[in-house]
């Protein structure tokens, strides 16, 4: 059973930074796209950052430049770091993973994955 559990969410002030860890448990196989998105109120949910087996990365505009994704050796945990977080950051933030690579054929990262966790909330004020 594939499991996903997000952490590392939190208050911040505007310029602030928080990363954020995805826990991961029952992918098997060496072909994978994992990523992060999030889905605000009244918005539409973005695609913030992915990555695949292969070491390509995916960032949405939004997040280029102060974002930065990504997992440890044993590939069990991914990452996110956040910096210079303004409100428009402020969502509720998941992680997701495909068994494949063609999951990331996109230019731009995903908005949703076969397999995404609960979620954790980032809350940027100014």
């Known amino acids: 059973q594939v499991q996903l559990v997000e952490s590392g969410g939190g208050s911040v002030q505007a310029g602030g930074s928080l990363r954020l860890s995805c826990e991961t448990s029952?992918?098997?196989?060496?072909?994978?796209?994992m990523g992060w998105f999030r889905q605000a109120p009244d918005k539409k949910r973005e695609g913030v950052a992915a990555?695949?087996?292969?070491?390509?990365?995916r960032y949405a505009d939004s997040a280029k430049g102060r974002f930065t994704i990504s997992i440890d050796n044993a590939k069990t945990t991914l990452n996110l770091q956040m910096n210079s977080l303004q409100p428009d950051d402020t969502a509720m933030y998941y992680c997701?993973?495909?068994?494949?690579?063609?999951?990331?054929?996109?230019?731009?990262?995903?908005?949703?994955?076969?397999?995404r966790g609960r979620g954790t909330q980032v809350i940027v004020s100014s």
């Open positions: 997701g993973a495909a068994q494949s690579l063609s999951a990331c054929a996109n230019r731009y990262p995903r908005d949703d994955y076969p397999y």
């Open positions: 990555l695949d087996s292969d070491g390509n990365l």
């Open positions: 029952g992918l098997s196989g060496y072909r994978y796209c």
